[in-house]
């Protein structure tokens, strides 16, 4: 009996030992605060996720494209009832999509992601060696170009919004919103400071980051990082978006003068439009693009003006859920000689580099069509397609724009012209011209100039999610449509703020148009 | 020890491969089989734990329940005998309806499937299947506490309809023929000896212990599963449907100019939709069900053994579906000195499963939506063909588990110590190749593998002593520690070279390190479209604690249990949880009535206390944390960016900050059991309160940092109730017709009581969870009719009542402006209904007459209520079919006619008021029913076989009818085939109405 007391008491006391070492279970799925900020790969880790997170607010239910191409713009949708709400600016109306992208927090997460790595990054630092300095001062300058630019992508589509520029861990406080132009004068300095510090391209010896960029080659970051043709290209943006059209100039005459630096050049019609062409993997001509690289196992069934746009006969699917009514392509492809679409003078077209079965009842927007690895097999809907938020030509005719805007009529004609010479280089049934010759500028037959330059952004950068701002900067400076201009004066041009933001927050309060 | 272990085994084979005879032992005890008297039976453990100790010289009985049974409640018992006349695949479906307070919910009648019990209400907002994990009660077979099937796998799903893996229930390894007793335990003082995972609620299950007597017993029954008719449309139907929402709003057939209308209703002449409607001769079938069992048992007075093997079948009626399972059982005690006992025990089970082949479950597996534009055929022939290309692939579904212990057991006069150390292991797997005619000219093939496994130690001590005849003590002493590990490994791929090769394969050449046939890369499917996926989660629990009992006199008991408990889940600052837990008993019998008759019993006992809640998910416990999420909608899984892996914090899914604490139950209770006119009437009934407090709940907020919700303390949920049992003898066995009946009923009231952070209400998804109200209600817009005209739109100083700024118009509803406030919103919507039932319970009345027996069993929900989605979801089909998205699948049980269509005004379907939003009152019904679940008829052959075979202990032969009828005012389906979520899609497969042929015998 006694054994038996004291036989027992040592296997508690031995089990009550090993107690504390059985309840520390390190999770095996998430890594907790002390085992992260400790090495290089944790920081690399930390600015891929800042990237991985801007990608996916772009992409969450085609956002990007739904904000920046269906809202308002020349297309239509046969039977989704959601998108069509978004067309005619119904933007309160009870569709879980249109729901869901009123609500901003998914940008949120890019700039608190931005905001713990700005904080936490030095830990890193401290702790290894192998993360030089050099590396956290391109990191950061990334980091914060990103931080900058969910700032002006919400600054865009809600007008103002609540300003934070720290984690906060712990204490997440319920911020009122701030006025959107003050964070636009924010954005433009931290991509000004970014641009500084950013090199033309990664791991090619680039005085401003020298050796290999995470220990990877050149061939790994092509395109995939934010440069500083990158940093400028969308400083043009946010000083377009504000008006300040001198500050476009200075910024893309930079981006004009240097970016061969970057290796980045035009694309002519064919690479444009072509399944494996500019829009395909990580390229440097895609001065700033989110990419979902196939070799990486990215692609995705949605995500992509794909998903919007494609169907039969280009995939297998029967309708599409956003297409370009006949109307509206012969309204805008009203011009001869275009590569892009081409149309003769009896009604038949030449080219379906932009759009296939025009002759069917659904014309197909087939610009972007990077099925699987860039095949033609039109049975598996999975699509690479980057996200280009912005390439040269993008910044060509916004040069362009700011010029025309100043009265600089010559340099802004000589920037559209750019554009023409590789657009417009087909006959009038869609073959190559000899010796490439193209149609210039003409006012005669292309409009004013300011038009024309809208007007060539406008099929030039169709699908790629910049009709909507292109349509409001054109009001702006042209104040022609009235509901237009009415809609910029009582803020219709932004969008309501999702019900269950403002159910969390009642420091916010409704955008005064949505009311 | 290895010697006699062999011997017995030998000894096994031989008498199962010997003849039955050996009339030697013949003069066994009757083990008192019958239908009759089932309550007391039910009612009385104390006397079944004497009984079982008489047969059994050797093995391990549970400590001793000395002094302490008065504390226990008497309505917990089931009888396993009866439950096992139902051809139950699962333990739920067993329990359905059999123990007040207990609520399964059967959502499906595919055998096999998932099925939810809730003891006393539900402890968690069944916002997800996270929150049904957490409010599951916890299994105990045998002292081994079963795993379950752990939700975290949801994480990489998109489609959340399935869990990945055989989906196959874990509570269908049960074979219920195999079982003793099944108690159910639900107030504290009962729960408490479970610990945290314990919670939810306790179902002790204990198998037939061996005995030394040898034993034979064989059972069997064979029967079939029933169609019930339907009601099949076509095309025409549809058509006809839709037609009277275009001639309403549209001048020509289109509502605006760019729509179609859909291909397969525009060709009246396609044969596939306008023709017979009579896919459901393919689909409807008559099922088999059989069920086959045996076990053998024996020994000498110092070691014993007990064998059983199984097997059942049981066919679905609808879609192919089945479920076979095979299963043995080996339990060994021995005895080599008088004071030390050892036992073990080994319980193996295979359960193979063929699924549905609905579409909707199809894609949440593939992940990826073809063009749905067309829904399958409504003409058997063409949906034949459909069926037939499931042929070319395969959908494998097998689990293996096996539960076993060793448990030594000491004894020395008034010391007790038994040592349990016990394992549950669980693997699933599903294979799967879809040809490329079933999606789109892709093919798809995919493997999982899985375990769940939990190993324990478990340890309890008790003393007993007694100073003089009045005054008794007990103490007791436990110590347990679980580890659980669960962990999956999961790949599938997309566009293999051809459906001949349905397998992922792999180049083997090891040599071969680059290029197109690099080593380990796939060879049939393409590298960039092979996916996989690897995870797992562990946690740990460690629990002591202590008990000492005092009784006074008999009648007066009064015990006191303290309580650590420290879990790897948990924050290590707050890892351990302590908590006290009090009960009493009264014993009125020996107290006013020592000397009534009529009185047997008469007890009153109460318990109040405090337990920790278990928490499954090992992330709280890491605090502020970062992930590999950094995915969208309809791509949760990026894996990483650029190909480099990224880590983030948990935006999507909710932060967590370093202050999470452990959730706990508090629970009070007052029963009363009561004998009356001896025994002829018996009650139980038992007044409870449990509130779950201070649990985890992801609130919605920090949008502007980021996160969908922030995971915090300090929700309560209270469910407050009464169970019933009542049973009476209304005619006595002596008599030539005897007749008892029995009712258990239970009222159950849940409240939320607190939100974290002092918040009063809360918006979760389509959920509201306010505080005073109820968890599992609707909350709906108040629909009271049609605008036919724009004018009839009532508004307010020249501004029309608009929903969400949306003015109204004819063809959209009138709904209710609660806060007159000119605009319909969410401030509209008011709660309503409840998901799960207020009332609940069975009514079983058993028959006898001579050696014929008959017996009725009704099931019961009242005050439950359903959200019929099924039908909001047929009159939205514009937005559903706009959308090429998982809502817009309409299976083959489209073209059945449910519902009542009458019953729904025609809004205007292109109305992006979304007219036909399901959360509105016009969808919400009443999901009350009573179900005859059983009929049986049974007839005791013992004596006249015994004439000529004496072998023969007992021999019963019965024929029953399951699922006889129900009684309902639901216009969808069965009100029954219901998730927890409480909207019915049109998802459940018909229970089937189920006729069988049995028979049980000993030998």
């Known amino acids: 009996m006694k054994k038996i007391i004291l036989l027992s008491l040592i296997f508690f006391a031995l089990l009550a030992g090993s107690c504390k070492k059985a309840l520390d279970v390190n999770s095996t799925r998430v890594v907790n605060e002390e085992n992260f900020w400790n090495t290089i790969e944790d920081a690399r880790a930390g600015i891929m996720g800042v990237y991985g997170l801007t990608r996916a607010a772009l992409a969450d239910n085609n956002g990007h494209w739904i904000y920046g191409d269906v809202r308002m713009g020349s297309f239509a949708s046969p039977i989704r009832q959601d998108l069509k709400a978004v067309i005619k600016n119904d933007l309160t109306a009870q569709y879980p999509v249109v729901d869901a992208l009123s609500n901003w927090r998914r940008f949120y997460a890019i700039v608190n992601a931005a905001n713990i790595f700005l904080e936490r990054i030095h830990e890193v630092r401290d702790n290894d060696a192998r993360y030089i300095q050099n590396n956290m001062d391109v990191d950061v300058a990334q980091v914060r170009f990103l931080r900058a630019f969910a700032y002006f992508y919400m600054v865009r589509i809600w007008g103002d919004v609540p300003f934070i ?341 009642p420091k916010l309060t409704q955008n005064s148009y949505w009311k | 020890m290895r010697i006699i272990a062999t011997m017995t085994f030998l000894g096994v084979l031989c008498t199962t491969t010997c003849s039955f005879g050996n009339t030697a032992r013949s003069a066994c005890v009757s083990n008192n089989f019958s239908m009759k008297g089932s309550f007391q039976q039910q009612t009385d453990t104390s006397k079944k734990d004497t009984a079982s100790t008489d047969t059994s010289a050797v093995g391990i009985k549970p400590i001793k329940k000395t002094i302490t049974h008065r504390l226990e409640s008497k309505g917990n018992s089931l009888d396993p005998k009866k439950l096992s006349i139902f051809p139950a695949v ?126 034979i017993t064989f059972d069997s029954y064979v029967g079939m599963a029933t169609k019930t008719g339907v009601t099949t449309i076509n095309g025409q139907f549809e058509n006809n449907f839709r037609r009277q929402f275009y001639d309403k709003y549209t001048g020509n057939g289109s509502y605006t100019g760019n729509d179609v209308y859909p291909l397969y209703l525009s060709d009246s002449l396609n044969n596939a939709y306008y023709g017979p409607a009579n896919w459901n001769d393919l689909y409807y079938k008559n099922g088999m069900v059989y069920g086959v069992n045996a076990s053998i048992a024996g020994g000498t007075d110092r070691a014993n053994f007990r064998f059983s093997l199984g097997s059942l079948k049981n066919e679905g009626v609808a879609d192919e579906t089945g479920v076979e399972r095979y299963n043995t059982r080996f339990v060994i005690n021995m005895k080599p000195i008088t004071w030390l006992n050892f036992s073990a025990m080994v319980n193996g089970s295979i359960v193979d499963r063929d699924r549905n082949r609905n579409v909707r479950d199809r894609l949440t597996q593939v992940n990826y939506i073809p063009d749905l534009s067309s829904p399958v055929a409504s003409n058997k022939e063409k949906y034949g063909q459909y069926l037939g290309e499931f042929e070319k692939g395969f959908d494998n579904n097998k689990t293996n588990s096996i539960q076993g212990y060793l448990k030594i057991g000491l004894t020395f006069d008034n010391f007790n110590w038994i040592t349990t150390a016990g394992a549950d292991y669980n693997e699933g797997y599903r294979d799967i190749f879809f040809p490329r005619t079933l999606l789109q000219t892709t093919n798809y093939a995919s493997n999982y593998f899985s375990t769940s496994q939990r190993a324990f130690v478990d340890n309890v001590a008790s003393y007993d002593w007694e100073i003089d005849d009045d005054s008794k003590f007990n103490f007791q002493a436990g110590l347990s520690a679980q580890y659980d590990s669960y962990k999956y490994q999961y790949a599938y791929a997309y566009k293999g070279a051809n459906d001949f090769i349905k397998l992922n394969l792999l180049y083997s050449d090891p040599n071969k390190t680059s290029g197109s046939e690099e080593y380990l890369t796939p060879s049939v499917f393409r590298r960039e479209l092979v996916f996989k996926y690897l995870d797992k989660t562990k946690n740990n629990l460690l629990s002591a604690n202590v008990r000492a009992t005092y009784s006074f006199k008999d009648k007066y008991t009064f015990s006191l249990m303290l309580r650590g408990d420290g879990s790897s889940t948990q924050q290590p600052t707050s890892r351990w949880f302590y908590s006290p837990i009090f009960s009493a008993a009264w014993d009125m019998k020996k107290e006013f009535f020592e000397d009534d008759a009529t009185i047997s019993t008469l007890n009153l006992r109460g318990s109040a206390g405090r337990m920790g809640r278990h928490e499954s998910f090992d992330n709280y416990a890491q605090g502020p944390q970062y992930t590999a999420f950094a995915g969208f909608t309809g791509n949760l899984i990026s894996p990483g960016y650029n190909g480099i892996a990224t880590m983030t914090r948990p935006y999507s899914t909710g932060g967590v900050g370093y202050d999470l604490d452990w959730a706990y139950t508090d629970q009070a209770n007052i029963g009363l059991d009561a004998s009356l006119f001896n025994n002829r009437v018996n009650g139980s009934l038992d007044i409870y309160m449990k509130e779950d407090k201070n649990m985890l709940l992801g609130v919605p907020s920090a949008s502007e940092y980021g996160y969908s919700a922030i995971i915090k303390n300090g929700m309560a949920i209270r469910n407050s109730g009464v169970d019933l049992t009542l049973s009476g003898v209304i005619l006595p066995a002596e008599k030539t017709v005897s007749w008892t009946s029995s009712l258990n009923i239970n009222y159950n009231r849940n409240e939320l009581t607190a939100l974290p952070g002092g918040l009063s209400e809360l918006a979760i998804g389509d959920r509201l969870l306010r505080v005073g109200e109820a968890v599992d209600r609707y909350w709906v817009l108040n629909n009271t009719g049609i605008y036919n005209t724009d004018d009839e739109v009532p508004s307010v100083g020249g501004q029309k009542l608009s929903y969400n700024g949306i003015d109204l118009k004819a063809g ?188 049980k015998m000993d030998f």
């Open chain 2, 812 to 999: 959209d509803p009138i709904w209710t402006d609660l806060n007159n406030d000119n605009i319909i919103d969410n401030h509209d919507r008011v709660l309503q209904g409840h998901a799960l039932p207020v009332v609940s319970g069975g009514f079983n009345n058993d028959f006898s007459y001579k050696k014929w027996t008959l017996g009725l069993n009704f099931y019961y929900n009242l005050g439950r209520q359903l959200m019929n989605q099924e039908m909001a979801n047929r009159f939205d089909f514009v937005n559903r079919e706009g959308l090429n998205n998982i809502n817009s699948v309409r299976e083959i049980t489209f073209w059945e006619k449910r519902g009542d269509y009458s019953k729904y005004n025609l809004y205007n379907p292109w109305s992006s008021v979304a007219p036909y939003q399901v959360n509105q009152d016009i969808f919400v019904e009443d999901a009350a029913f009573v179900k005859l679940r059983t009929l049986s008829l049974g007839y005791d052959l013992t004596d006249i076989v015994k004439k000529n075979s004496p072998n023969v202990k007992r021999i019963y032969v019965y024929a029953s009818v399951n699922n006889v009828f129900t009684l309902t005012k639901y216009t969808g389906q069965d009100p029954e085939l219901v998730d927890y979520t409480g909207y019915d899609t049109g998802y459940g497969i018909q229970i089937p109405r189920t006729y069988l042929l049995g028979v």
């Open chain 2, 90 to 215: 699962t333990l739920q479906q067993a329990l359905k309806g059999e123990s007040a307070g207990v609520y399964v919910q059967e959502p499906t009648g595919e055998p096999g499937t998932a099925q939810n019990i809730f003891i006393h209400g539900t402890s968690q907002p069944l916002l997800t299947a996270r929150e049904l994990f957490q409010s599951q009660p916890l299994i105990i077979l045998d002292g081994v506490p079963l795993t379950s099937e752990h939700p975290y796998a949801l994480d990489i799903q998109q489609y959340k309809f399935e869990r990945i893996g055989p989906g196959t229930n874990p509570l269908s390894i049960i074979n219920m023929d195999n079982l003793q007793s099944v108690e159910v335990l639900k107030d504290l003082s009962a729960i408490a000896a479970y610990g945290p995972k314990g919670a939810n609620g306790v179902i002790l299950l204990t198998t037939k212990a061996a005995t030394s007597k040898r034993t």
């Open chain 1, 165 to 505: 520029t720290s984690s906060r861990d712990g204490s997440f406080e319920n911020m009122p919103k701030s006025d959107g132009r003050a964070i636009l004068e924010f954005v433009q300095s931290e991509m000004a400071a970014a641009a500084e510090v950013l090199p033309y391209n990664y791991s090619v010896g680039d005085i401003q980051q020298p050796g290999q960029y995470y220990n990877e080659s050149s061939s790994r970051w092509n395109g995939a990082l934010v440069r500083k043709i990158s940093a400028y290209s969308m400083l043009a943006h946010v000083a377009a978006w504000q008006g300040k059209y001198a500050d476009v100039s200075v910024y893309t005459k930079f981006v004009m003068d240097n970016y061969t630096r970057g290796s980045i050049g035009y694309s002519d019609t064919q690479f444009l439009t072509q399944r494996n062409g500019l829009f395909y993997d990580k390229r440097n001509s895609q001065i700033l693009g989110f990419g979902f690289i196939w070799g990486h196992q990215d692609a995705t069934f949605t995500g992509n003006i794909e998903s919007l746009t494609l169907a039969e006969p280009v995939v297998n699917k029967a309708l599409p859920d956003i297409y370009l009514t006949k109307d509206s392509i012969i309204g805008i492809f009203k011009e001869t000689n275009d590569a892009r679409f081409n149309i003769d003078t009896t009604g038949v077209p030449h080219s379906d580099r932009y759009i296939t079965n025009y002759q069917g009842k659904y014309p197909i927007f087939s610009k972007i069509k990077v099925m699987q690895d860039g095949s033609s097999d039109p049975t598996f809907r999975i699509f690479s397609s980057t996200i280009v938020v912005t390439r040269l030509e993008d910044i060509t005719l916004l040069r362009a724009e700011a010029l025309a805007v100043l009265g600089e009529r010559e340099g802004a004609i000589a920037a559209l012209n750019i554009i023409r010479q590789l657009r417009y280089n087909v006959d009038n049934v869609g073959k190559a011209t000899e010796g490439n010759t193209y149609q210039a500028y003409n006012e005669a037959k292309s409009g004013a100039l300011i038009d024309a330059i809208f007007r060539e952004r406008q099929k030039e950068l169709m699908g790629e999610g910049q009709r909507w701002y292109d349509q409001v900067r054109y009001q702006r400076i042209k104040q022609s449509d009235p509901k237009f201009v009415a809609l910029l004066n009582n803020g219709g041009i932004y969008w309501p703020i999702a019900q269950s933001v403002l159910a969390q927050n």
